[in-house]
């Protein structure tokens, strides 16, 4: 059975004029893909571009939680501290005044917690005396110097006893307003915070009504010249400063405290008193090394 040849589609002129239309599209449609797919590596750039302006924008926020005046010191110092205070293998408190901002600040990973003062109750005891006494005979003196610079022991037995003991060391206590301070007949034994001991240190450096200027001057004098080896606590990244450091091996753990002054980079007007109290630490040196992180961010932070 023979097939009937294909037959050739004929297009008519309106046909022709459809395609033509339809060919004139098609070739819109292609020339606009051509030209939106050469615009999308600009697009890419675009959104590169932006990613790379968000990274400059995150260090200035950096740049300022960190250093701008925006930021008060309390948020700053509160900040550096809690690291600190949480890496911590014992109980911790601090306290700071400082006299650009009249305001002080603490901090503390045992709340409501009293300290044990150990040698740095060695500064009451001598404040204690200038009080009651107003000066100090020659005897008096040599125990003075021996008992802070060097931190002698049998010299502030004996100056704790002209005191008059516990009674005379409360007396001492009562009269800087240190309210939770109590005194001890083992006067290393004697209990404090270190707001507490902001109180006794602002009456040896800063205006008081209950030191003369020169008993504050003698008490500093001792305070700046501790021995080498006892040059360590709340001095850490600081050149200048006054300070007594106390430190006992407890059946609970190692004591370790340090008190004491850094002078401003501007005079007096930046400088500030310091506190920091430790016990249950494993060892000494991580009671030293927690001090000494807590002083270095505080100077960090009000001595710039």
């Known amino acids: 059975m023979n097939q009937r040849?294909?037959?050739?589609?004929?297009f008519k002129p309106n046909r022709r004029r459809r395609l033509f239309k339809w060919l004139t599209i098609i070739l819109i449609f292609l020339a606009l893909g051509c030209t939106a797919?050469?615009?999308?590596?600009?697009?890419?750039?675009?959104?590169?571009?932006?990613?790379?302006?968000?990274?400059?924008?995150?260090i200035v926020q950096k740049v300022v939680s960190n250093g701008s005046s925006s930021t008060d010191s309390n948020t700053q110092l509160q900040e550096a501290w809690k690291p600190i205070l949480q890496q911590a293998d014992g109980h911790v408190a601090i306290a700071v005044y400082?006299?650009?901002?009249?305001?002080?600040?603490?901090?503390?990973?045992?709340?409501?917690?009293?300290?044990?003062?150990?040698?740095?109750?060695?500064?009451?005891?001598?404040v204690g005396l200038l009080m009651k006494q107003g000066t100090l005979n020659s005897s008096e003196q040599a125990n003075a110097q021996a008992m802070i610079e060097n931190s002698s022991n049998t010299a502030a037995s004996a100056l704790f006893v002209e005191l008059g003991e516990k009674s005379g060391l409360q007396e001492t206590f009562d009269k800087l307003g240190m309210t939770d301070s109590k005194a001890h007949e083992e006067w290393g034994l004697s209990t404090t915070t270190p707001s507490d001991q902001l109180k006794l240190l602002n009456a040896i450096f800063y205006s008081s009504n209950l030191l003369s200027t020169s008993q504050q001057s003698y008490v500093r004098n001792l305070m700046q010249n501790v021995e080498s080896d006892?040059?360590?606590?709340?001095?850490a990244g600081s050149t200048n400063f006054y300070l007594k450091n106390g430190w006992l091996d407890e059946d609970d753990g190692w004591i370790i405290n340090s008190i004491g002054y850094?002078?401003?980079?501007?005079?007096?007007s930046d400088s500030y008193t310091i506190a920091v109290y430790t016990d249950d630490n494993s060892s000494m040196q991580n009671g030293?090394?927690?001090?000494?992180?807590?002083a270095k961010s505080t100077s960090k932070i009000l001595n710039k």
């Open 98 to 126: 400082s006299n650009q901002t009249k305001k002080t600040y603490t901090a503390s990973n045992a709340a409501n917690h009293s300290y044990r003062m150990a040698s740095t109750v060695k500064v009451s005891i001598l």
């Open 262 to 268: 850094i002078p401003g980079n501007n005079g007096a």
């Open 288 to 294: 030293e090394n927690t001090i000494e992180k807590l």
């Open 5 to 10: 040849p294909a037959r050739k589609t004929q």
């Open 230 to 235: 006892q040059q360590w606590g709340i001095s």
């Open 37 to 58: 797919g050469l615009l999308i590596p600009g697009l890419n750039r675009s959104r590169n571009a932006s990613v790379k302006l968000s990274s400059p924008l995150k």
